[in-house]
């Protein structure tokens, strides 16, 4: 059974870092591409960064040069360093996979707030 469970969101000043960590389970973690998306209230999911098995990355442009995505295999843990943050980064970020079979995975998402 496949499990991402998301962890690391919360209240940030703008200008400030936050870590998001997801952890994997129910699959082969290490030959699998993942993303991490987010939801603003009243918008649609977006994507946010996707990471493939042997660690090339891509950034939507939103964020760009301020985050940066990860993975450890030996941990089964995709992360989502999140750096010069903007009150526009407020929103649920999820962690996200798509099986071999098509099959979209998705973790309960953690809340990250900009504010001052």
């Known amino acids: 059974q496949v499990q991402l469970v998301e962890s690391g969101g919360g209240l940030v000043q703008p200008g400030g870092s936050l870590r998001l960590s997801c952890v994997a389970s129910?699959?082969?973690?290490?030959?699998?591409?993942l993303d991490w998306y987010r939801q603003a209230p009243g918008k649609e999911r977006e994507l946010v960064a996707s990471i493939t098995s042997d660690a090339r990355t891509n950034y939507a442009d939103s964020v760009k040069g301020r985050f940066i995505i990860s993975r450890v295999n030996r941990y089964n843990t995709m992360y989502l360093q999140m750096n010069s943050v903007k009150p526009e980064d407020t929103a649920v970020y999820y962690c996200?996979?798509?099986?071999?079979?098509?099959?979209?995975?998705w973790g309960q998402g953690t809340q990250v707030t900009v504010s001052s």
């Open positions: 996200h996979f798509v099986s071999r079979y098509r099959d979209n995975y």
């Open positions: 129910g699959f082969i973690f290490s030959i699998n591409s």
